[in-house]
């Protein structure tokens, strides 16, 4: 499970925050902004708008590409507005970091009855559960606990690497299966009064299918909206071709995997090289397996996920991450999903797609 993502920065609506190690490579899209401009030269009828602020401890970035007289009236203020006021509304729901929030509402609640909450709130739940279902667990909104005990949360830790006494303690006190959700009336239900849930896995991904919404709501065709390297791409580029995201390599700050082609899709990446600790010799992940209560071992450095959603991508690269590159591989191959994963070896880096990923990429070849 996704425990943490790596530096984080903040200003106005930054009231979602990973906390630290939550594991989203958010920050891989640094090195994607380059390619957003450069695929193709732009011609003089049409006009690139960017609108940029923060939200849920990063950055975001949206780039609007309009291309006759009309659509160029876009008024980049009055839909900053608009994008700001959205985010705040889906912190309220979703952040943990936000005392007064319904999620934060939800897991200070006791009671092991239904606790009404915003449909939204249902929504994002609902298909969280879905994911920890799909996935025998390796996704699991309620592993906190566990992040905590392994020193990737705010609980103040002398000695990093936890018993095993300890670490079967909180495993009873996470678990997917002890929570409840139903949409009519929308609420959410806790069998252990410990539950805590913590959508951060899975909550940039909501908020990027959103401003895709409200976009799409006022006739902008052509646009990337991107959340902390959570991305949906709608139309195309300035040059009149698919969106180009790139996809870093593990282990170079700067450098680029896999150059993916993105139209009318969204892409998230989960990975766990950035953020890690060391005791004894022995290296340790921030991505915690909530099956076995520990760091992920495999090989597996990181995963992307490309889908119609972007909240579903994002709770599935952490799902296959978890995973490992054989059971991962697997289950992206069963569903048919566009998968591409780097793996570590002795010598350096191996990729792994599935035939969707790679027809993704012949689509790039092919220069469409």
């Known amino acids: ?20 190690g939550m594991n989203k490579i958010s ?35 949206i780039k609007i590409v309009t291309t006759d007289l009309r659509q160029q009236k876009i008024n980049p203020d ?31 609640f006791r009671e092991p009855e239904w606790y009404p909450v915003a449909p939204e709130l249902a929504y994002v739940v609902s298909y969280a559960q879905k994911i920890s279902g799909l996935s025998g667990g390796a996704f699991d909104i309620t592993v906190g606990p566990l992040v905590n005990l392994w020193g990737f949360g705010p609980e103040d830790r002398t000695t990093l ?15 997917f299966n002890k929570l409840q959700v139903k949409s009519t009336p929308p609420s959410l239900k806790k069998e252990i009064a ?16 959103k401003i895709a919404e409200y976009l799409d709501s006022q006739n902008v065709r052509n646009f990337m909206t991107d959340i902390g390297g959570e991305i949906r791409a709608h139309g195309r580029n300035a040059g009149n071709k698919p969106w180009k995201i790139g996809v870093a390599t ?40 909530p099956r076995s209560g ?27 991450n978890v995973m490992g590159p054989e059971n991962g591989y697997n289950f992206a191959i069963d569903r048919e999903l566009p998968v591409l994963l780097i793996v570590r070896e002795n010598e350096g880096f191996k990729e792994k797609m599935t035939p969707q990923f790679q027809e993704i990429l012949e689509f790039n070849k092919n220069g469409i």
């Open 27 to 61: 920050w891989f899209y640094i090195a994607i902004i380059s390619f957003f401009l450069s695929c193709s030269p732009q011609n003089q009828a049409t006009k690139l708008t960017i609108i940029e602020g923060s939200t849920m401890g990063t950055f975001y970035t």
């Open 78 to 108: 009055s839909l900053k507005l608009k994008i700001d006021s959205l985010l705040v509304q889906i912190n309220h729901w979703m952040s943990t970091y936000q005392n007064d929030s319904e999620i934060t509402g939800f897991n200070n």
């Open 194 to 209: 410990e539950i805590y849930c913590d959508l951060s896995a899975i909550a940039k991904g909501y908020g990027v299918d």
């Open 161 to 175: 690497v936890p018993t095993e006494a300890e670490i079967e303690v909180r495993q009873k006190l996470i678990g």
């Open 250 to 289: 593990p282990d170079e700050e700067f450098g680029i995997q896999k150059v993916i082609p993105l139209e009318n899709k969204a892409v998230a990446t989960s990975g766990d090289y950035r953020n890690y600790f060391e005791q004894d010799g022995q290296r340790y992940s921030h991505t915690i397996d």
């Open 294 to 320: 520990k760091p992920i071992t495999h090989r597996l450095a990181s995963v992307t996920v490309i889908h119609d959603s972007c909240m579903v991508a994002d709770g599935l690269a952490t799902a296959i």
């Open 1 to 20: 499970m996704k425990t943490g993502a790596g530096p984080k920065n903040s200003v106005s609506t930054n009231l979602l925050r990973l906390r630290p």
